[in-house]
């Protein structure tokens, strides 16, 4: 999961306008379907690897951690190229997913959440005329960011609390069992949290905001 | 459900009036929660205390326009919560019971900063308030990390953080300990008692309310005891104990 994992450093990319980046990922992932080699897929990989360990200086464990969660799709696209095409496009279609996988966490490993919020604020900032709020926009991109790992904990705990009463927690009854008490909770949720904006102001959000945090 | 309330020109704000409740009625539906309250809150600190269901948490989000009542009215400073919403939210910061709801931004320094960027404060200022707050808190080692892995204590004190950080010249506190073990109930009650500002707490905590200047213990929507901490905390104990 990609999700807030900013890793605090003093380094280049992580000072770069978080702009730069996103637009640095898109013309990666441009590059890399443009110019279907194994070269360029495998250049991809070592470049964003070698800007995330050398320049930016995240872990490699967190590279690793990525990599891992799509292990599953770089062997199984592999796999039904060998059968399909050939194993050497199955390696450059892998090579090509692992690149854009882990481009996209050095991006959000050096890039603060409102730098990236602000940048969509940015990009929606023509909806305007269209009477949309680009600052609710960004609202509700790092709310998302902030509730998904909540919501994952809230169904965990519904999780534990039927298998210590001896519920299913697997299968298709341990969902349907899992969903109901979670949605309930999550409009619970919803509700306060809603209340929680407004006493903090969330009408009062100026037309424009301001730029990202400074420090 | 809640009424969202509407909003007015810009109306003076005099302090020494402090929260005015007059003739207030509220009910979801055929349920009445608030029944008849004529008050006016001076003090210092002021605690509720009541029942599960007694109109605690309806009371307490009538003091900044959470909930506007049905009849009657609410005045902060002279603000009418139900006229100059705006005014009074700037004026009255809220504490949920449950950090959770309360934190809507991954990191914990951006969720400080997040009642800043709504009135607009520059991005500098706010840094600097920021990070004076959550130095304040013990929180400045954690300003980058997800919200999400801090712990209970530590996530109520990020909510404190972010309504202090707004400078309210009031707070209400619902039922701030309710989550908490005794170590973290402990700080954040000392926390309270050294806020310069008012607060009103709202509390099953009985403990919190020790040096309370005024506490009131309700029950049916009514206030049914009003005077020092400890001749309402007796009362309350003895509601409870008929009960």
Redesign the interface.
């Known amino acids: 999961m990609t ?2 994992l ?1 890793v ?1 450093r003093a380094s280049p990319v992580h000072r770069a306008p978080a702009g730069a980046k996103l637009l640095a990922l898109t013309g990666l992932g441009v590059l890399v379907f443009a110019v279907p080699t194994l070269t360029v897929a495998g250049g991809a990989l070592a470049g964003v690897v070698l800007v995330g360990l050398l320049v930016a200086r995240l872990p490699a464990g967190l590279l690793a951690r990525q990599a891992r969660a799509v292990a599953v799709w770089v062997v199984a696209i592999i796999a039904v190229h060998a059968l399909v095409t050939d194993v050497l496009t199955g390696l450059e279609a892998a090579l090509r997913l692992l690149a854009l996988v882990l481009a996209a966490a050095v991006v959000t490993a050096t890039t ?3 730098a990236m919020v602000a940048v969509v604020e940015r990009v929606c900032a023509p909806l305007r005329f269209v009477g949309v709020r680009p600052a609710r926009i960004g ?1 509700v991109l ?2 998302a ?2 509730f998904i ?2 919501v994952a ?1 809230r169904a965990d705990r519904i999780r534990e609390a039927q298998a210590a009463r001896g519920g299913a927690v697997r299968g298709l009854r341990g969902v349907t069992t899992t969903v109901v008490p979670l949605l309930v909770q999550v409009l619970q ?1 919803a ?3 809603s ?12 037309l424009r ?7 | 459900m ?1 009424r969202r309330p509407g ?1 007015g020109a810009p109306a003076t704000a005099d302090p020494s009036r402090g929260i005015e409740l007059v003739g207030v009625h509220h009910s979801f539906g055929e349920r009445t929660v608030l029944d008849g309250l004529d008050l006016r809150l001076s003090e210092h600190r002021v605690g509720v205390v009541g029942a599960n269901g007694s109109g605690k948490s309806t009371f307490a ?1 009538l003091l ?3 909930v506007v009542p049905i009849t009657g009215s609410v005045l902060v400073d002279g603000l009418d919560t139900r006229t100059a919403v ?1 005014q009074v ?2 004026r009255v ?2 504490v ?1 019971q ?1 950090p ?8 914990v ?3 400080a ?3 800043l ?8 200022e ?2 600097e308030r ?2 004076e707050v959550l130095e304040r808190y013990g929180l400045a080692g954690h300003a ?1 990390h ?3 892995l801090l712990s209970g204590g530590q996530k109520q004190l990020l909510a404190i953080a ?2 202090l950080v ?1 400078r309210p010249a009031r707070i209400v506190f619902d039922e701030p300990t309710t989550l908490l073990d005794l170590v973290n109930a402990r700080r954040v009650a000392r926390v309270i008692d050294e806020l310069p500002q008012s607060a009103v707490v709202v509390t099953h905590d009985l403990d919190l309310l020790d040096g309370f200047d005024r506490v009131l213990v309700m029950d049916a929507g009514r206030v049914v005891e009003d005077g020092p901490a400890e001749q309402s905390v007796r009362a309350y104990r003895k509601l409870m104990a008929d009960r």
Request: no cysteine; glycine share 10%; aromatic share 4%.
């Open positions: 999700l807030a900013y605090p603060r959440v409102t609202l790092a709310m960011l902030r790992p909540l904990e949720l509700h306060t949290v209340e929680a904006l407004d006493a903090r102001g969330a009408d009062d959000v100026p905001r301001g730029g990202p945090r400074a420090a | 809640r909003r989000r900044n326009g959470l705006r939210r700037r910061g809220f949920f449950d959770d709801a309360q934190i809507v931004h991954p990191t320094a951006e969720d900063a997040y009642g960027e709504n009135q607009g404060v520059p991005a500098a706010r840094a920021v990070a980058d997800p919200a999400h972010g309504v707004m």
